[in-house]
């Protein structure tokens, strides 16, 4: 019925980081839903069995308090998606009543069991309601003590995914048209010598073998990337502990046709080459063709 094959249900008290768990969650390609009835899902999964990030990654659906009656049989929903759903987590974050007390508080946003009740009487109200959920989770995690770094390692390592490895993107641009906002590290390649000044490389790009050849016979190249690699490796670990997901390392040059062109082309494969999960993107390539 589905060719989705993983499917994380988050649900659990209010204020105890069910958004923040979806965040991280659709941070590493899984499809997000809020505040979804249970009853509603196994349509919704049907609705999105050919959309690439569900099917490549995962759904990730939260369903809370907010359901008021409509959570009713949760338990059977979950039964049924087991039945075709390779892979279905159900995960309860909980808290103290004092540390959700306080984030209400510093957050002043109105409990989802009425206004009429005092915030002690609707945090015992909710436990009440969710007390069949909790029990039949497949993992319940108190967040009173976490910080969101180990909420999210917590997570990955429930998932079988506490050893994913961050997506390199390795891009190439023209100055001339603008700096990558989203880019981790920019390198400045118009120190290389330029193949715009060589009549018969002019009109190629770096994609090319001509171009090529020809940076790697200029001053610097070679020994300005293997500086680039030692750098970029010395990096992504570092990357991976703390969670991030995309790393974005740019080259510019002028006009982003050549030189910038090339490099990308070269670090893309090195790293390649050795494992990573790594995409090449020429920005500029084609945006004025035989300038650099």
């Keep these: 019925m ?5 499917c994380v249900i988050i649900t659990g008290m209010s204020g105890s980081g069910k958004s923040t768990a979806l965040r991280i969650l659709e ?9 979804i009835p249970p009853a509603a899902l196994p349509q919704v999964l049907d609705l999105l069995r050919s959309h690439d990030s569900a099917t490549l990654h995962g759904v990730v659906a939260v369903t809370d308090a907010r359901g008021g009656a409509l959570l009713e049989g949760f338990e059977d929903v979950v039964t049924r998606l087991r039945s075709y759903i390779p892979m279905i987590k159900v995960i309860f974050l909980d808290a103290s ?9 510093q957050t002043r946003r109105r ?10 009487e609707a945090i015992a109200k909710e436990r009440k309601t969710l007390a069949l959920i909790r029990e039949i989770a497949d993992m319940v995690v108190d967040t009173t003590e976490l910080s969101i770094q180990d909420l999210r ?21 023209g100055y001339k048209y603008g700096i990558p906002s989203d880019s981790d590290f920019v390198f400045d390649v118009r120190f290389l010598e330029n193949p715009f000044y060589v009549p018969q490389l002019r009109h190629l790009s770096g994609k090319d073998e001509a171009v090529q050849d020809y940076l790697l016979k200029a001053p610097g190249t070679i020994d300005f990337m293997k500086r680039c690699i030692d750098l970029i490796t010395f990096s992504l670990p570092l990357y991976r502990y703390t969670g991030k997901i995309q790393v974005h390392i740019a080259f510019g040059c002028t006009g982003g046709r050549h030189r910038s062109v ?4 070269w670090l893309a494969k090195h790293f390649l ?4 999960k790594c995409f090449v993107n020429h920005r500029d390539i084609e945006k004025e063709a035989g300038r650099t």
Excluded: C
């Design 273 to 276: 080459e050795r494992g990573e």
């Design 111 to 120: 409990h989802p069991m009425g206004a009429e009740l005092a915030l002690s």
């Design 262 to 265: 090339a490099i990308a082309e």
């Design 27 to 35: 941070d590493m390609g899984f499809f997000p839903i809020d505040n």
């Design 97 to 105: 009543d004092d540390s959700l007390v306080r984030r209400y508080e």
């Design 153 to 173: 390692n917590m997570l990955l390592a429930a998932l079988a995914m506490d050893q994913a490895q961050p997506t390199v993107i390795i891009s190439s641009f």
């Design 2 to 6: 589905s060719d989705i094959k993983r």
